[in-house]
Structures are given as C-alpha cells and as structure tokens.
C-alpha cells in the first residue's frame, strides 16, 4: 500500500538563494539585473537538487508543503524600522538588544513604537532561542525575491498537474511587529493575531504523514526554527519514536554566512532526538518504490 510521503520545502524563494547571472532578470524600472536581498551561499544547488528530487521522484510524493517568507518593506527586523544614535539608518546585520534601545543607542523611527519594540525585544531575550537581529529588506509581498527558486516551482507545478494535486503554500512573516522565522509559529506570539500563533491544524496534518522530508533555506534560521517546534509538538503530543518521521535533507539545505556553526549544532541536536539525517540521492529510492505501490490494498 502507497506510504503517505510528504514533502515540506521550507522558504524556498529567490532572495535567499545564490543566484547566478541568467536567474536574474532585469529590473523594468531601474534597469538592471535583480538580486537576491539575502543569498545563502549554496541555496542555488540545493534547489536545483530539490528540484530533481520532485521531477525524478514525484509520483512517490503523496503530499506537498511550501512556506514563504512574506514581509512588509516596515518590520521590526528590517533596516525600515529603526535609526542609529547618530540620527543615520541602522545597517543590515546589526543586533539590536532592549538594553541597546534603552541606551538610545538605536531607536524606533516611529517613536509611537518604542514601548512596543521594547515588549518586543524584552519577550524575545526572555525566550532564549534569539537575539533582535536587522535584516536587509527581504521577500517582501509581490517582489520578484519573494517568489519561488524558479526550478523548484517549474518541478512541483508537474507534480500537481501528474497528481492533480495541490501544493500547501503557508505564509508567514506579515505581521510587522514580531520575527517569524519558524513557519510554523512567530518568536513572540500576538495574542490578537492568530496568524503569528502555532499552528496546530498544519503540524496535525504534517504528522499524518509516514515521513516528512524537509528541504530550504536557510539552515541556521528558518529551518532550523520550524524543525525544532515541530519536533518539540511531536514528542510532547506523540512521543519521541515520531522524531523518526522527520527527515531533514541536508544537500538541500545551507546556513546563513557566518551561522554555521549554529546549524551543525542544530543537525547534532536534532539527530540525537531522532530525527533522520540524509541526502536527496538517499531519498529517492524510497519514492520510486512508493510510486509502484497501490493506493489501497488491492482485494484478496
């Protein structure tokens, strides 16, 4: 009988990926080539290999699931959003602390925001899991970065025309005034948006699953964060043999420059509870074999 084999892609689109020259079409309004706002350094092969893993195994994939990183130009970890000491815009990849904006040291450009950036910053330090860090402006709603790698779209747009199927697109990231790395649940919950909340419906659904394959960017944050929630529910909810479900793909996944160590750390971890490490190649023998199996038992 078909095993139910799903696929979970985790932010696959264009700002994250390395992108070379022929990927990156010219921009109408300014001219020249677009570029990725925060390419990882290898996310353009992994997608290429997750591609090839959706067009050569396809039929042996039973469900499908992509995230999207989906932010507004104004966010709380975009450059957008606060000023330096100096009255001058805070750089990418500054990390900002409660104490720093306590010490006017960087400050909200909307002063109406400090008591709310300061909640913020103060629930986020106290979780333990990150610090406040400024992104360059990225995956922004209906930007060509947030769009998905071109291949990994081209391979499971196949997929659902074969399986007239439809591909579970979850976004995340939208609401300004609190970091959404994991997709499955903001870094500080709002309590009155349910969108920055966990996600129960999603995680009950992905653990219908036999297994769950994980692929996309980047390692060290987003994927690393929607694993790890994940993983916690399903041990809290079904036990720690349900780890054994999750497969993280690591040709298919890179860390951010200079978070590597971060996300080796984190497959340690994360192998130590169970969860599967493996390669594309490693994977694909078990859909070629899930797609010659029947879809019920077949009558004795």
């Not at 709380?76 to 750089?91: M, N, R, S, Y």
């Not at 406040?132 to 071109?150: A, D, K, R």
């Not at 074969?162 to 995340?172: M, P, Q």
Request: aromatic content about 8%; overall charge negative.
């Amino acid at each position: 009988m078909k095993r139910n084999l799903h696929l979970l892609m985790i932010d696959p689109q264009n700002d994250f990926c390395d992108l070379p020259d022929n990927y990156r079409p010219l921009d109408p309004v300014s001219g020249k080539p677009l570029a990725p706002a925060l390419p990882v350094p290898g996310a353009h092969q992994d997608m290429l290999r997750l591609a090839s893993l959706i067009n050569r195994g396809r039929a042996g994939l039973t469900a499908m699931s992509i995230t999207l990183d989906s932010h507004h130009r104004f966010d709380i970890a975009h450059p957008t959003f606060w000023l330096a000491a100096d009255g001058e815009a805070v750089k990418p990849f500054t990390e900002i602390s409660g104490a720093d904006v306590r010490a006017q040291k960087y400050q909200p450009r909307h002063p109406a925001g400090l008591p709310v950036a300061l909640n913020y910053l103060d629930r986020l330090e106290a979780a333990g899991r990150y610090k406040l860090m400024v992104w360059p402006v990225h995956c922004e709603i209906g930007s060509w970065g947030h769009n998905v790698h071109p291949d990994v779209r081209a391979a499971y747009g196949h997929w659902e025309e074969a399986s007239l199927g439809i591909v579970a697109k979850l976004a995340k990231g939208s609401n300004p005034w609190t970091e959404h790395y994991s997709a499955v649940m903001a870094e500080v919950p709002d309590a009155d948006d349910p969108d920055t909340q966990f996600n129960h419906k999603f995680v009950r659904g992905l653990a219908e699953a036999d297994q769950i394959y994980i692929a996309g960017e980047a390692g060290s944050h987003c994927v690393k964060a929607t694993v790890e929630h994940i993983a916690d529910y399903f041990e809290q909810e079904y036990g720690a043999a349900s780890l054994a479900k999750l497969v993280l793909l690591t040709d298919c996944i890179s860390p951010v420059t200079g978070f590597d160590a971060q996300y080796q750390a984190f497959l340690a971890a994360m192998q130590a509870r169970g969860v599967q490490l493996m390669q594309s190649a490693d994977v694909l023998p078990e859909l070629l074999a899930n797609a010659s199996r029947p879809l019920a038992a077949e009558p004795a």
